[in-house]
């Protein structure tokens, strides 16, 4: 059988005047690794979301233009929608102020586009019409 107990390690040479330890050098790397890749891997997620966020924008403002020009929209109905569509792009924009969306800051755009959506689809089937 093995003898098991802690014997000494021998002793690791002094280091240089100025010389960097290995161990530091690698634990400085795996820091600045373990840094850097949370911030790469959220960039494409929060290009997605963005680009998401837009083009739901951009439909949105076609259908408050699709029921202005058939007539199922008042000019009222209509100012009060592109309002709420603004303040949804400036929501966009505070959300954007660090640089990305977050899962949660694309969570909230997502409800205030679907209250949005939902307000365009009640306007645009009430019983009032543009003369």
Request: charged content about 30%.
């Amino acid at each position: 059988m093995r003898d098991l107990s802690l014997t000494a390690l021998p002793k690791p040479p002094a280091p240089r005047a100025g010389a960097r330890s290995p161990w530091l050098a690698a634990a400085g790397l795996c820091l600045g690794l373990a840094a850097a890749l949370p911030a790469a891997a959220a960039g494409p997620a929060s290009d997605a979301a963005e680009a998401r966020v837009d083009r739901r924008q951009q439909r949105q403002e076609e259908r408050i233009e699709q029921g202005v020009a058939s007539g199922s929209l008042t000019r009222r109905e209509a100012r009060r929608l592109n309002a709420q569509q603004a303040a949804n792009e400036r929501a966009e924009q505070r959300a954007l102020a660090d640089g990305r969306i977050g899962p949660r800051e694309a969570a909230r755009l997502e409800r205030r586009e679907d209250r949005s959506s939902r307000r365009i689809y009640r306007q645009k089937h009430d019983a009032q019409t543009r003369p």
